[in-house]
């Protein structure tokens, strides 16, 4: 059974720093399109980044306005595994991070368009 495992989640001071792994099972998940998705208390689940070796071209990135140059998503696609590194950390991060994969080659925004899901890390930042 295909599977995402998070890891790396925990509490930080703000201005703090956090690396997400997300493990794929086997080699299920290679050459996914692999992201990050996070969802804080009472609001709907977010895009944050994601990659994709979209028309077989390279890896392609995308983030969030909220996170652009702070986060950086990055992957080992020989273990169908996916990371994010996380700088500059603000209390509004503050949420569970999921990661998300899915075999369409291309970058999808809304949570609903992604198969794949792990069980989610809690991101805590505190002021």
């Known amino acids: 059974q295909a599977q995402l495992v998070e890891s790396g989640g925990g509490l930080v001071q703000a201005g703090g720093s956090l690396r997400l792994d997300c493990a794929g099972s086997g080699s299920t998940f290679r050459n996914f399109a692999m992201g990050w998705f996070r969802q804080a208390p009472g609001k709907d689940r977010e895009f944050v980044a994601a990659?994709?070796?979209?028309?077989?071209?390279?890896?392609?990135?995308e983030y969030a306005d909220s996170v652009k140059g702070r986060f950086t998503i990055s992957r080992d696609n020989s273990k169908g595994s996916v990371y994010l590194q996380m700088n500059n950390l603000k209390i509004e991060d503050t949420a569970d991070y999921y990661c998300a994969a899915d075999p369409r080659l291309r970058i999808e925004r809304t949570a609903k368009e992604w198969n794949y899901w792990g069980q989610g890390t809690q991101v805590t930042v505190s002021s």
């Open positions: 990659i994709a070796n979209i028309n077989w071209t390279g890896d392609r990135t």
